[in-house]
């Protein structure tokens, strides 16, 4: 048989969320920690001095900024680790050696990191609505757009995973570039707010795409088109795919 | 003589870094047999199995498996193929049997409990299907990669240095399950630096060293070939020169004259006919002699020659 091996796909995926379960009270209690935390400084202690933005409270203003700031970290963590670790212990040998390709590896972790995703956003919003009211505008547009985020990361994350050759390389990424593209990305405040030069240099920021485009799903409006966000996040996803296709091919820190 | 399992043709691979791991290995496994493939560090043996299980990309050359080609139809191949490698490598946090299920998956094969449950039995690890694996010893840890291994049943098995660290009960226990292998109809191919393990478990034994099969044959034939008797006879008093009627054998004095050394015989029986002939003279010319040793090489001692003297010269002495 040459077709997929879509049990060995599955194997991953399985593999991969018995991986997240095992951490299963890190992996709930952090997000709300985080998301708690956010609420309170920015929300009650911030947010009740500042007036609505777009016609919302700043409570409900900054829930998709959060959940995009935690979305974005936890993929990326997540399937980073998922196949640095195979490659730190030397497990990776039986990935490679099984008959499993491209896209059965892709099948597997980015679908593990997706419904993954998806708890996470629950976790958040759940937590979200013990400090503020807020409503979903477009509720299937928002868990197509939290998905396509989570397989986009996730498989950005798979990259650094592959790229990383030490744990602080694994961190470099997360820590020092997304996270604070996520805070400079419109997470609290919009970027109307900002004067210029400002608000053209954040246009400069891809994260201010990503941001906005949940928050059109939330509230129905955003600092910048749906479209673009739309398709400035398709169009990483594809390059990501493309990347790990070669990768695969050539066996970049993969195959000797 | 079996049908051929694994033929490798014209194997070469440099590193990035100009190291040449391969050059131009061409060997063929029959299916059924357990193939020994010995040579020192850094010979080529990991490279050779990395190949051909899709973790190391060959420079140059072809590998046939099942009479397909593996670079065209390596996902056919490889689930028929199962590896052990030589360094313990699992998610350590996994328990036993959900590891041995994963490897099973990956591999295309349907959930099967009972056949998991199968291997860890014939494993001694079904005790321990519930422990996690950081939790195990050395010698369990290195069951469960063999349960990894068999996981999807491969009709062909690279051991790489399966014994590599393990106690001495363990070791002849694994030969006993690599046995029961091959009783099976598995095809074994196993790397080692235990000479005692090949010319215990090998049918045929390749050496290999610089990248370069030296010699394959049957371990026997080897032996046969490349084999010598010694025979060191203590004499009562010394002999200035060895006697005429002696001439013939390969004789040489030692320790000034008080030993007689033989080296020679062809590794079937003709050393051991030559030094009851020599025995017989010494005797007819009155030569009094009070202790004797003798000794049959080993497959290590061959091993040894043929990876001190090189290719040239051991294909030469082979011939």
């Known amino acids: 048989m040459s077709g997929l091996n879509l049990r060995g796909a599955l194997a991953i995926l399985t593999n991969e969320l018995m991986r997240f379960f095992r951490t299963i009270y890190g992996s709930i209690l952090s997000p709300v920690l985080t998301t708690s935390l956010y609420f309170i400084v920015f929300g009650a202690a911030i947010g009740g001095r500042i007036e609505e933005i777009g016609g919302v409270s700043y409570g409900a203003f900054i829930v998709p900024g959060l959940l995009m700031l935690t979305l974005l970290s936890e993929t990326t963590s997540n399937a980073s680790f998922g196949i640095y670790m195979p490659r730190f212990t030397g497990a990776v040998y039986e990935l490679l050696s099984a008959p499993v390709g491209v896209t059965e590896t892709l099948i597997g972790f980015v679908g593990a990191a997706a419904i993954k995703s998806l708890l996470l956003a629950a976790i958040i919003l759940t937590t979200a609505t013990l400090f503020v009211d807020y409503t979903i505008v477009h509720p299937f547009y928002a868990l197509g757009y939290v998905l396509l985020v989570a397989a986009a990361f996730s498989l950005f994350g798979f990259i650094l995973g592959i790229w990383a050759d030490n744990f602080e390389k694994l961190q470099v990424v997360p820590l020092l570039i997304l996270t604070p593209l996520t805070f400079l990305g419109g997470t609290f405040y919009s970027i109307d707010m900002l004067g210029e030069p400002w608000r053209t240099v954040a246009l400069v920021n891809p994260i201010v795409y990503l941001v906005n485009g949940l928050r059109w799903t939330f509230t129905g409006t955003s600092d910048v088109p749906i479209a673009i966000s739309v398709g400035m996040t398709l169009g990483f996803l594809v390059v990501c795919v493309g990347v790990i296709a070669t990768i695969f091919r050539t066996g970049w820190r993969l195959r000797g | ?319």
Request: charged content about 30%; glycine content about 10%.
């Open chain 2, 1 to 319: 003589m079996s049908d051929s399992i694994l033929d490798i043709r014209g194997l070469a691979k440099t590193y990035k870094g100009g190291t040449t791991a391969l050059a131009g290995v061409d060997l063929t496994i029959r299916r059924g047999e357990i193939f020994a493939l010995l040579g020192p560090n850094g010979a080529g043996k990991t490279t050779l199995i990395g190949a051909v299980c899709g973790l190391v990309r060959p420079t140059a050359g072809t590998i046939c498996a099942f009479g397909q080609d593996v670079a065209h139809h390596w996902r056919a191949v490889r689930r028929r193929i199962g590896l052990v490698p030589q360094e313990l490598a699992f998610d350590t946090f996994e328990q036993v049997e959900r590891s041995v299920a994963y490897s099973r998956g990956i591999f295309g094969c349907p959930p099967d409990r009972a056949r998991i449950h199968e291997v860890l039995r014939s494993l001694s690890l079904y005790d321990k299907r519930h422990t996690k694996i950081r939790e195990l010893s050395g010698g369990m840890k290195r069951r469960v990669m063999i349960a990894k291994a068999l996981a999807h049943d491969p009709e062909l098995l690279f051991l790489d240095e399966p014994t590599a660290g393990v106690d001495v009960e363990l070791r002849r226990d694994m030969w006993r399950q690599i046995g029961e292998l091959r009783a099976r109809g598995t095809t074994i191919i196993l790397t080692t630096h235990y000479i005692e393990e090949a010319e215990e478990m090998a049918d045929r034994v390749g050496v290999i060293d610089k990248g370069r099969i030296l010699l394959v044959d049957d371990k026997a034939a080897i032996i046969g070939k490349l084999g010598r008797t010694e025979a060191r006879i203590t004499l009562d008093r010394p002999l200035p020169v060895i006697p005429p009627s002696l001439s013939a054998y390969a004789l040489s004095l030692e320790e000034d004259g008080r030993v007689l050394q033989y080296r020679g015989g062809d590794g079937a029986g003709k050393g051991r006919r030559e030094i009851a002939r020599i025995l017989r003279t010494l005797v007819a010319e009155g030569i009094v002699f009070e202790a004797i040793e003798t000794r049959q090489s080993s497959l290590e001692d061959i091993f040894v020659t043929l990876v001190e003297n090189g290719a040239a010269s051991a294909r030469a002495e082979a011939a």
